[in-house]
């Protein structure tokens, strides 16, 4: 079975362009969840859905960021306009509720943003 | 708040030496879900390991076990006779719901030299 699908791998854009992320779940997973890792900050969870419906945002860093799903099979997550300090690998996982409960990673966008 | 704690930012080893990773953590919770990740040089996030909170049974697989101690509020992971293979950032982390959001920790960054 395929797993988490992210794209694109690396990301490097300029200050002040817009980037979006995309993340295509594992087929059945109720769950979606976007997580940012940094070396100052660790591994963060930005946002995550339910069904397709956001449930927690408030790890969003500001008005920049903004996450859709709006199928089960695909979300983005857009940075608009993004900036240096935004540079991460941001991880997209899934979970299924009436299985093994379990998150499973896709691998990863790095993104650097000059 | 949930928090999980991974006191040993670098660990290394030589080959075939036996190596603890230590965590710990906190929640107010008494159903709760821990978790050990791995996350190699090549940067995709792997899931090794899930427990319950109210399954402190150890579990070994292969060269991996794990020690879960409700006691003191810790989830250790040893990898007995250590392998380059093994060397990765692991990853502890924590969820109050069943497939739901994790907390993780800080990582443990393991080296294993030939």
């Known amino acids: 079975d395929a797993g988490v699908i992210q794209s694109p791998r690396h990301e490097v854009t300029e200050m002040g362009q817009e980037v979006t992320l995309r993340c295509k779940p594992i087929?059945?997973?109720?769950?979606l969840f976007w997580y940012r890792q940094t070396m100052m900050r660790g591994l963060e969870l930005l946002i995550y859905f339910n069904n397709n419906v956001p449930i927690d945002d408030s790890g969003m860093p500001e008005d920049r960021f903004s996450a859709k799903m709006p199928n089960a099979s695909f979300s983005t997550l857009k940075i608009q306009p993004s900036e240096p300090r935004d540079s991460a690998v941001y991880f997209c996982?899934?979970?299924?509720?009436?299985?093994?409960?379990?998150?499973?990673f896709g691998p990863g966008t790095r993104l650097l943003v000059l | 708040a949930q928090k999980v704690t991974q006191a040993q930012t670098e660990i290394s080893v030589v080959e075939k030496e036996d190596v603890t990773l230590d965590c710990v953590y906190e929640t107010r919770d008494t159903t709760y879900y821990l978790f050990w990740y791995k996350q190699p040089p090549s940067g995709e996030l792997v899931f090794l390991i899930r427990r319950n909170s109210f399954d402190e049974q150890n579990e070994i697989s292969g060269r991996y076990s794990w020690n879960f101690q409700k006691s003191t509020s810790s989830f250790n992971f040893t990898i007995t006779a250590s392998q380059v293979v093994d060397s990765a950032v692991y990853f502890c982390a924590l969820s109050e719901e069943w497939a739901q959001k994790l907390v993780f920790g800080q990582g443990t960054r393991l080296t294993i030299n030939p």
């Open positions: 996982a899934s979970s299924f509720r009436q299985g093994d409960g379990t998150q499973y």
């Open positions: 087929s059945g997973h109720d769950y």
